[in-house]
Structure formats: structure tokens, C-alpha cells
């Protein structure tokens, strides 16, 4: 047997008998990993930025090999920050201002009216009159018609109160529409109970009203009809028979004419 002994890098190779015994140094190089042997041969500092051969730790994601920038370095463009922030434009309010040199659009309406006074029909005749007679859109001319109102009784005098009073009933009101109804009937519903009651009493009438009318049957509807309940009835035809046999009695009994189930009897 061949015994030899190596020592290199605190690492004791021993063979006896092609049998190894290990035991692990600490390696320093960039590929050596903590609790394995150290990796043997020339090692560079490149190899520790070479994905294919930099292990990954188990349990843990692999080693980052891009040299990154520090902690201070931001990624991306990086812009002011805003003053006028989500709060800030909440909180107020600012009405919109329309711009004073913007033109105003056509005034299709003007246009379609003094055509048809001119009697212009077609569209042709119709786009050669908008273009010899313009017409736009006065500026403010909406929010001056919908800010006008007829002068109201209130306007002057602000004890004037519209309407009338309950109690104050017409005569034709009141044959019309009958008496006053209570405030109490009002807040517990008896309208609606009455309501009910009526239409429970009309219940029958309405149901009467109410039944399906099935349509009228035509010729092809009862000749479907007819094909549909022969095939669902068949009628029974005999057993088919050599002719020269159909005249000779049978001799035994095969119990054809019988229902054959559990309560079926032979006996006789």
C-alpha cells in the first residue's frame, strides 16, 4: 500500500487503500465559500464577478457581482419637489377664469334660422349661406339669461309666503278630494293599507283578466300532432312467421302474452 501526506493551506490530505480524509481550512480566495474546502489552483479577483463560477450560499439569494454604487446615489431623474402639494390644492378653491382672447364657436342655431327664412333647402345651398353669413356666439349671453327672472312677490317683501294654509280648503277641493286627512293617518300608512284592501277585493276580477288564450291549432300543427301520438302509441304487430308456418299451432308456450316480473306466476 501507498501512503503519502500532503499539508498545503492547513488542509491534510490522506489516502489509504483510494480512501480520502478532509480536513477543512479556511480558504481565502474570491471563489472559496465558508464550511468547504478551499478551491485549488490560481485564483484571480475577476473570478469573483464571473456568474458561472460564484456559488450561491444555501438558503440565501446568489451574490450580487455588478458593482453598485453607495447608499447615497439615487437611481432616475431627479426633479424639484412640487410647493403646491395634494393639500394644498384641496383645500382651495379656485374658480375657473375663461380666456379672454379665445374666439367664440359658430352659432349654429342663428345660422339654421336665417336659412329657412331665406328658404335655403339643401346642404349645399345651406353650407354656401354659413359661409357668406357667419354667425358666433355671444360671449356671457348664458350666464345673463339663466341670472334673469321674472321680479317675484318676495323680491319686496320678504314676510310674503307662497302657497295657502291647510285648513283653508275650497269647497270643489274638498268634494273632490274629500275631507282633510289626518297628520296621523299620513305618518302611519293607512293610505296604502286601504290601497291593499281594495286590491284584494278586486283580486278575482283581475286574475279573470289575467288567463293565457292559447292559439288556434292549423292543419300542419294537428297533422304534427297526429304523427307525434302514433309514434308515441305504437301499435302491437304480431311476430313475424315463415308463411308456410303461420297456420301451425304452437306447441309449447313461451308465456309471450304475459308481463314477465317478481309477481309473475307459472304454477298453472
Known sequence: LHHCLLRKNSTFLVSSNYKIMVRIGQGTGP???????????????????????????????????????TEEFAYGLSRPRDAEGAREVTLK??????????????????????????DITTANEQRD???????????????????????????????????????????????????TPHIKNVVQGSFQQDWVHKNM?????????????????????EGHATKAKA??????????KIKKFSKVQAKTNSYNEYKVDEYTSFEN
Do not use: C
Not at 464550511?35 to 450560499?57: D, H, I, W, Y
Open 231 to 240: 309514434a308515441l302509441d305504437p301499435v302491437e304487430k304480431e311476430p313475424w
Open 129 to 179: 349661406f354659413r359661409a357668406a353669413h357667419p354667425k358666433t356666439l355671444k360671449q356671457g349671453s348664458t350666464q345673463s339669461k339663466l341670472k334673469q327672472h321674472l321680479p317675484l312677490p318676495s323680491d319686496n317683501n320678504s314676510d310674503f309666503t307662497y302657497g295657502r294654509q291647510s285648513a283653508a280648503r275650497p269647497l270643489e277641493e274638498t268634494r273632490l278630494t274629500g275631507p
Open 93 to 118: 378653491w379656485v374658480e375657473h377664469q375663461p380666456n379672454p382672447d379665445a374666439k367664440p364657436g359658430p352659432d349654429f342655431k342663428a345660422m339654421n334660422f336665417l336659412a329657412s327664412v331665406n
Open 201 to 221: 277585493q278586486r283580486q278575482e276580477f283581475i286574475t279573470s283578466h289575467q288567463t293565457k288564450m292559447h292559439p288556434n291549432a292549423t292543419k300542419a300543427s
Open 31 to 69: 471563489l472559496d465559500q465558508p464550511g468547504e474546502p478551499p478551491r485549488q489552483g490560481t485564483q484571480r479577483n475577476s473570478m469573483g464577478v464571473n456568474t458561472l463560477l460564484l456559488k450561491a450560499e444555501l438558503g440565501k439569494v446568489k451574490t450580487i457581482t455588478t458593482t453598485l454604487p
